[in-house]
């Protein structure tokens, strides 16, 4: 098992890596053919679930995995913001605003999903409003330690017209949620450091690798599988991942955050 400390600087992932976000493609149709296999989560119990995607992404980045939450029983909503430019003026203000809708217009908490830069925001609703989120799950999301190391921070900075580092927002994205919270995350993200993925375990939070590009984790059939058996919990009795019912094959011992 490897416990990862920030005590040096790390470094953003390789140009290989990088390079190798094409394989995205083949994720998506590894789902397609595994469909069967994703249908043997349980059911959930038709709770809203927001979905929020990555740095210049829209929802239509995150529509398979939307379609595949609906299908197993929620009432799924992306965040109809178009392409997510970073948290310019009025953006947090009207995730905010869709968060509480939701739960208002339910009775009920809301689980919620980041993709990337989509899962700092839903760490920042979750240390905000935690009345309102059931839960938290993260896709390849910068969430502590360096943030420059990433591939995508200067394309961050220069849509955004905002500090990567920007230190109130940070620490609200770095401060562990108050609800359940689950990070997935890849050591071949070509995008993000794996290493700035990782929550410190504890009573409520976990780490679950798995074998992904970046670009992939919405399409990943380990990913997709993951994210609904955490999402089918009963609010109130969380538990841990139980990765063994896989294999490591789709989900490897996952690094610890010292």
């Not at 470094?11 to 994703?38: C, F, K, Q, Y």
């Not at 939307?66 to 392409?83: E, M, N, S």
């Not at 948290?87 to 009920?108: C, F, H, I, T």
């Not at 940070?170 to 794996?194: F, H, K, N, Q």
């Amino acid at each position: 098992m490897t416990t990862v400390t920030y005590d040096q600087p790390i470094a953003p992932p390789s140009r290989l890596l990088l390079w190798a976000e094409g394989r995205a493609i083949w994720e998506a149709a590894a789902s397609v053919t595994l469909w069967p296999l994703l249908r043997l989560v349980p059911r959930g119990d038709g709770h809203a679930v927001l979905v929020l995607p990555g740095l210049l992404a829209g929802d239509d980045s995150t529509g398979l995995l939307r379609r595949y939450i609906k299908y197993r029983g929620y009432d799924v909503h992306g965040w109809g913001q178009g392409r997510n430019l970073g948290p310019r003026a009025g953006v947090e203000k009207r995730m905010s605003d869709q968060l509480k809708r939701l739960a208002d217009k339910s009775g009920r908490k809301v689980s919620v999903i980041g993709w990337s830069l989509g899962g700092a925001y839903a760490r920042m609703l979750a240390s905000t409003q935690s009345d309102e989120v059931r839960d938290v799950i993260t896709l390849g999301s910068p969430i502590s330690g360096d943030p420059h190391a990433s591939n995508a921070w200067r394309v961050y900075e220069a849509v955004s017209g905002l500090k990567a580092e920007h230190s109130e927002r940070w620490e609200l994205v770095a401060r562990t949620p108050p609800v359940p919270t689950t990070s997935i995350y890849s050591r071949t993200d070509g995008v993000v450091a794996w290493q700035t993925s990782l929550e410190r375990e504890g009573p409520q939070t976990e780490n679950i690798e798995v074998a992904a590009s970046h670009l992939g984790l919405g399409f990943n059939p380990a990913v997709l599988y993951a994210v609904a058996d955490r999402l089918a919990q009963p609010e109130g009795a969380w538990e841990p991942f139980d990765r063994s019912l896989l294999g490591a094959m789709f989900y490897p011992t996952p690094a610890q955050r010292a």
